[in-house]
């Protein structure tokens, strides 16, 4: 796979299975933009990582929920790079609850941005790969996306919309050469899940055929296949990289 020439947004580039994307992109020549909210330091990190490793990256700091500053960043991104070929919608947050007890707050946060921030950043790169009649889109979905669980409503509504998201621009874009896929992981050993009681993880674990967490390099990897030319004929498809958790 080669990306020579290629320019790849990564929203929440700056760690876990962004940063692990951002890592996987750069490698294999594309110039990345690794997009933070709140850690410009962990960004930074990530961007000398690219760097350090021969390749070229740069850190744009917006919200993906709010719809003014994803648009400002994209036309900066766009009037310093000339195009955008890849996009990433990766950042994601949790607020977990039992849905008696989940507040109109927590809904709307992880809506806003895991839904809604994938919304913002596709608008903004709609246009501009429309014209260059080239693009690929990755949706950074959820194997709870697929399944449901308890205590995630949110995240599960979140991410099951970014499957219907995903599968009518596929259908609306394919015409001008623009693919748009997914990827949905499954139990991966980042921040979003180190916080998880042992006896929660010993439950998922058990849930598990392979036996085990992935890492963010499993799912970089199949990131990496939907953005290349390899998958030219590939749109509207899911990858679920979840050890056989789920199979969708
Ligand atoms: P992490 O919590 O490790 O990282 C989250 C990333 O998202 C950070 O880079 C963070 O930026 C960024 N981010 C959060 N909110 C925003 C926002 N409003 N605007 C821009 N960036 C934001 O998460 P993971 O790496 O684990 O998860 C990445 C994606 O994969 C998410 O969409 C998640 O739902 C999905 N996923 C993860 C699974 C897992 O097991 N880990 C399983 C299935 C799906 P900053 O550093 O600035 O805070």
């Known amino acids: 796979m080669d990306l020579t020439g290629k320019v790849a947004v990564v929203t929440g580039g700056s760690r876990g299975i962004g940063k692990a994307v951002s890592l996987r992109l750069g490698g294999l020549g594309a110039t990345v933009v690794i997009n933070y909210v709140s850690r410009p330091d962990a960004a930074q990190e990530t961007a000398d990582q690219v760097v350090k490793a021969g390749g070229k990256a740069a850190v744009y700091q917006f919200n993906v929920a709010d719809s ?23 950042a994601g947050i949790t607020r977990d609850g039992l849905f008696m007890k989940m507040k109109e707050e927590d809904w709307d946060l992880v809506l806003d941005t895991n ?15 429309m014209k260059q009649r080239a693009g690929s889109i990755i949706n950074i979905t959820s194997v709870i996306g697929f399944a449901g669980n308890a205590g995630q409503a949110n ?21 001008r050469n623009i693919r ?14 180190r916080d998880l009681a042992d006896s929660v993880k010993e439950i998922i674990l058990n ?17 990496a ?10 749109t509207g498809q899911f990858i679920h990289v979840n050890g056989g958790m789920f199979m969708g």
């Open 68 to 90: 003014a500053a994803v648009e400002h960043a994209f036309k900066k991104i766009l009037e310093d790079y000339g195009h955008i070929d890849i996009l990433v919608n990766n």
């Open 225 to 234: 296949f939907l953005a290349s030319d390899e998958a030219r004929y590939i």
């Open 115 to 129: 839904l809604k921030g994938a919304f913002n950043c596709i608008k903004a790169v709609n246009r501009p790969m």
């Open 155 to 175: 995240y599960a509504a979140a991410k099951a919309g970014l499957v219907g998201l995903t599968r009518s621009l596929a259908k609306e874009l394919a015409s």
């Open 207 to 223: 849930e598990i055929p392979m036996k085990s967490m992935g890492s963010a390099d499993d799912v970089a990897a199949a990131v």
């Open 180 to 193: 748009v896929n997914g990827v949905a992981p499954g139990y991966i050993d980042t921040d979003m899940t």
